[in-house]
């Protein structure tokens, strides 16, 4: 038998990922390219059995779902939400480093967000029930938060991501190398 795979696919464009903007839990529609990007998710998901399908419940990640082919597979999990931004949402790294030099998700306090450990808590029971999936998993979510979820996957701590680039529109695997947990594919 196979070992199980988990599919990441990062929702398409919004005008606010296009633009740089920290985008936690507003809920920003996607453009017409991230419209483009996941309906091209389509074929490259067509004929594959998926034991679950996982989506965000915010409408980018959830449009991606149903454009891709597996909206009415969809299960909407809360812990996908994108990280809470607090003071930082729909503000560039640049307006933030104005008045903290340095500034990065991964290394400085969100100011009125969430830490990246309170994050990585509430994906680790998510991560430890993909661990344990009896097929191969679709997910629909955010950069910032696969990103998190990727690390955790490899045994990394949440800050691991920040090593994760991860675009718009594009599907990356989790899978394993032999008993380990790997990183199959990212970022394609």
């Not at 509430?122 to 661990?131: A, F």
């Not at 990356?172 to 394609?188: D, F, P, Q, Y």
Request: with cysteine; charged share 25%.
């Amino acid at each position: 038998m196979t070992s199980p795979e988990i599919l990441l696919a990062r929702h398409g464009e919004t005008e606010w990922s296009r633009d740089l903007l920290h985008t936690g839990r507003t809920d920003v529609a996607l453009t017409d390219r991230g419209r483009g990007q996941a309906a091209a998710l389509g074929p490259r998901l067509a004929g594959r059995e998926f034991a679950k399908v996982l989506a965000s419940p915010l409408s980018r990640a959830v449009e991606t779902c149903r454009l891709a082919g597996l909206g009415d597979r969809a299960e909407l999990r809360p812990e996908l939400l994108e990280l809470d931004y607090g003071e930082a949402e729909g503000l560039t790294t640049t307006q933030l480093r104005e008045r903290d030099p340095g500034w990065t998700v991964w290394t400085h306090p969100i100011p009125g967000g969430e830490t990246l450990d309170e994050v990585a808590t509430r994906l680790r029971p998510l991560v430890d029930e993909l661990g344990s999936s009896e097929g191969d998993v679709a997910i629909f979510a955010h950069g910032h938060i696969l990103r998190v979820l990727a690390a955790l996957w490899i045994e990394l701590p949440p800050q691991g991501g920040a090593r994760l680039q991860l675009a718009t529109g594009t599907l990356s695997t989790l899978g394993w190398e032999r008993e380990t947990r790997a990183i199959k594919r990212w970022n394609a």
